[in-house]
């Protein structure tokens, strides 16, 4: 991406700049690198607007909700989802990797969640994996079974919750997708907690870092959201060594 982005000049299609630009911001996203990821996002905005695209405008309004996703702040995160809800076309084919509605949704979801939200988080969990299941992306539905997951566990229905993340976890096994399966081992292992006891949730807990341990391609911040999880639960398991690790 940097060596195609180098070699722009002003003759160049500023549509092909802007979806570069979100390219590489995308992989800021998943690397945890804010400033880098924001410049080139305030660059593709920018270029969307001058291109009046309604399209490219969702998108980058959707990345800046995610890399200040990475800041822990879902108070200021998901207004930047909810600007890329309004602006986003119905028709949304492109050749290039953009938003899609299912992707805001499960987005919103997890921010509403995060603030307690959660009859309006299940809402769009539900409709993230409804938009998802009418074309196949299975990895975006795994995401959504997995929010889900976490709602029936704030109302006590540990069992229902695993069934759905053993639907997810399965899926992003079969798929390649490793963050999803880590995601689900985190949430697994509180339901394996309330289910079965400490020893149970400390064993998955366990199995998820040798996983991640075992597995270059699980990106940082995979890895950061996990060991944050993990150490909560570590902490209410009563391991505070292990917690600090």
């Not at 160049?12 to 979100?22: A, D, F, K, V």
């Not at 999803?180 to 509180?190: F, I, K, M, Q, R």
Request: aromatic share 8%; net charge neutral; with cysteine.
């Amino acid at each position: 991406i940097n060596t195609a982005i180098d070699r722009l000049d002003p003759n160049s299609s500023p549509r092909l700049e802007c979806h570069l630009l979100l390219s590489r911001a995308n992989q800021m996203y998943y690397q945890g690198l804010y400033d880098a990821g924001i410049n080139d996002v305030n660059r593709s905005l920018a270029l969307a607007q001058e291109l009046h695209d309604s399209l490219l405008i969702a998108t980058s309004f959707n990345m800046f909700g995610l890399l200040n996703d990475n800041l822990g702040n879902d108070a200021v995160t998901l207004p930047w989802f909810q600007l890329a809800e309004r602006w986003l076309p119905q028709d949304t084919r492109c050749d290039y990797p953009v938003v899609k509605d299912y992707h805001i949704d499960g987005n919103i979801a997890r921010c509403l969640l995060n603030m307690g939200q959660v009859d309006s988080a299940e809402f769009h969990y539900h409709r993230s994996r409804t938009r998802a299941a009418e074309i196949g992306n299975r990895r975006a539905m795994a995401l959504a079974n997995i929010g889900l997951a976490r709602i029936l566990l704030r109302r006590n229905r540990p069992e229902a919750a695993e069934i759905l993340l053993d639907s997810a976890s399965s899926q992003a096994l079969r798929d390649g997708s490793r963050d999803v399966y880590v995601n689900a081992l985190t949430v697994l292992a509180e339901v394996r907690m309330r289910r079965f006891g400490g020893a149970e949730g400390a064993r998955i807990l366990d199995e998820a870092i040798a996983f991640i341990r075992s597995d270059s391609t699980i990106t940082p911040v995979s890895r950061r959201n996990f060991f944050k999880q993990a150490s909560l639960l570590r902490e209410a398991l009563g391991q505070y060594e292990a917690a600090m690790a």
